[in-house]
């Protein structure tokens, strides 16, 4: 049984997360929390802390934000979009229980002083900008990090705030660019 609360967008994510691991959920349903869903999620977050782990997509993004602004210690889970996409849907009800499991193996917490390691230009030398295949690259890596998906400026942001280490960055881009054969 995890200790944190794991804190989910809706009903079937909690079916998912329940085939995967033993733990107490939440569910926000969508954005538009009411008092008693933020009552529950702040009564959790002082007691036990939460893990919050949202669809890999916009809408998910924006909960996690707004979720990160009232609870500033939340722990992050991400789950990359190959992952997440089934039946032509993306979310964590899609997910396998690996790929969840992998995902809270991978928990970050936010640094809310972040440091300045990485940079956007650094993002293009490393053709994680610009590319064709840019998008996809920094899929891959944020699914190897565990710090998710997002645009330049998100991943270099999440790369400075969840504290990623030039090691491991330079481990996770190793492992998933094509080598030359």
Do not use: W
């Amino acid at each position: 049984m995890l200790k944190e609360v794991i804190v989910v967008e809706g009903k079937m994510d909690i079916v998912a997360v329940n085939r995967a691991v033993e733990a107490d959920c939440l569910i926000t349903g969508g954005f538009h929390f009411n008092k008693k869903t933020l009552s529950n999620i702040a009564a959790a977050y002082k007691k036990r802390g939460i893990i919050i782990l949202t669809d890999p997509d916009s809408a998910g993004e924006n909960i996690r934000k707004f979720l990160t602004q009232k609870f500033p210690a939340a722990k992050h889970a991400y789950i990359s979009r190959d992952e997440a996409t089934a039946n032509n849907d993306i979310g964590v009800e899609q997910a396998s229980p690996e790929s969840i499991r992998n995902a809270l193996a991978k928990v970050h917490t936010l640094n809310l002083n972040p440091r300045a390691e990485f940079t956007a230009a650094e993002m293009l030398q490393y053709g994680l900008s610009g590319g064709a295949e840019s998008s996809k690259l920094r899929d891959k890596i944020g699914a190897a990090l565990g710090i998710g998906y997002g645009n330049v400026k998100t991943f270099v942001n999440r790369l400075n705030s969840y504290g990623v280490t030039r090691a491991e960055f330079m481990e996770a881009l190793e492992n998933v660019t094509p080598k030359n054969s």
